[in-house]
């Protein structure tokens, strides 16, 4: 028997997340597919939304030549930009769009580049990669100045866009509004598109809505109307009673209060499921939601089957995905889906879901 750990991915629920920020946004959608779609495999992700993306983003040159080398035609915007003189030259071969962010990458700009489409990023607040607003004329001239490089968009993020009448987000939009642009204004990441659509309307840049996981605090994924595009599951590989006062696992972080009967299940950290999940983190077993039990081991986790007696070796579980919302097993865990969803380790398998 192979191991039966795995991640079920389901490409319509990932074209329904795109056509859904294709909804919102009032301008072309560009995927993020950073951090291999996070952790959803961008050559999955690339090719599934192939035929309606707009394009694509991604951190680093070396994700956007992956994607080139899986046949993605469209434009790619790399958001880091060039580290080193050679990213330039790449840039070009591979006809990506690139980032400025920072002055000094257009000192390194080698000489007889072609054309490159290049975005200016503006720090409107995050505080962490773009041109402040003071200087952002004189690293327009120099884009201007520069034959190979042709702007085409003016790119800012936001930290607080997940909160509604946050101050925060209110002062980057103003901070933006602040000044005219010589082209199109790219704003919009998941959050914002569900909090403020409206306010750009040049390239949206959606991430984790496309892999169906909320981008707000406060409302579901379902309750936005997405779907999940992961199901990671694994199987009960053993079953065994213990008594009231017998504990379960590492550290006796779980003792039982009554006689409980519990199922080992191969999945651990050892494949991304969090070591800091806590007693009580839903699973979900042939359907019906048991409580984890005792801490995450490398390869297995236990879970209570005493309130579900039909489980048995074999049973199929869900960590999350469909039957358990991976927004709450993360709030759980006190992190977020993004950081789930790029911890699961090679060594689960992956399978396209069939209908
Ligand atoms: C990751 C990223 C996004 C996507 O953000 P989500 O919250 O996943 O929608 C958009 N823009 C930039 C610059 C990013 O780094």
């Known amino acids: 028997m192979t191991r ?11 074209r329904h ?29 690339a090719t599934e939304l192939a035929v309606m993306a707009d394009g694509f983003a991604v951190a680093c040159v070396d994700e956007a030549r992956a994607l080139r080398h899986f046949g993605i035609q469209q434009p790619i915007l790399v958001m880091q930009g060039a580290y080193r003189t050679s990213e330039w030259q790449d ?83 103003a901070c933006m509004a602040s000044r005219s642009w ?25 991430g984790i809505m496309l892999y169906g996981a909320s981008p707000l605090a406060n409302q579901s994924a379902g309750d936005l109307g997405l779907k999940p595009v992961m199901s990671l599951q ?21 003792i039982a209060e009554r006689p409980t009967r519990v199922g080992v299940v191969a999945i651990g950290y050892g494949d991304g499921y969090p070591r ?18 005792g801490r995450v081991s490398m390869d297995m986790i236990t879970v209570d089957l ?15 995905g469909v039957d358990v919302d991976v927004d709450q097993v993360a709030h759980l865990c006190q992190t977020i889906a993004y950081e789930l969803f790029c911890q699961i380790t090679p060594r689960v398998a992956r399978q396209v879901y069939q209908a």
Not at 280 to 287: E, L
Not at 306 to 320: F, L, M, N, Y
């Open 234 to 254: 694994s199987a009960i590989i053993s079953t065994h009673e213990v008594a009231v006062g017998e504990s379960i696992g590492y550290g006796q972080a779980w």
């Open 91 to 173: 840039a070009e071969s591979l006809n990506l769009t690139m980032m400025v962010h920072h002055q000094d990458q257009l000192d390194f700009i080698p000489p007889q580049l072609g054309q490159i489409d290049v975005w200016l990023k503006v720090n409107s607040g995050m505080n962490r990669l773009g041109v402040n607003l003071d200087d952002v004329d004189r690293v327009l001239d120099l884009i201007d100045s520069h034959t190979s490089l042709n702007l085409t968009q003016v790119a800012s993020h936001f930290a607080t866009a997940d909160r509604h009448q946050d101050v925060l987000f209110r002062q980057q939009q």
């Open 182 to 206: 010589p082209v199109q204004l790219s704003f919009c990441n998941s959050a914002a598109l569900f909090n403020a659509a409206d306010i750009a309307d040049g390239v949206s840049r959606p």
């Open 306 to 320: 005493t309130d579900h007696p039909q489980a048995r070796i074999g049973s199929q579980v869900e960590c999350w």
């Open 17 to 45: 997340n795109y056509a859904l920020a294709k909804d919102r946004a009032k301008g072309p959608v560009w995927a993020v597919l950073k951090a291999d779609a996070y952790g959803h495999g961008a050559r999955f992700c």
């Open 276 to 293: 800091s999940a806590p007693n009580g983190t839903p699973t979900s077993v042939d359907g019906v939601i048991c409580p984890l039990i």
């Open 4 to 14: 039966p750990t795995h991640v079920t991915l389901y490409p319509d629920n990932l």
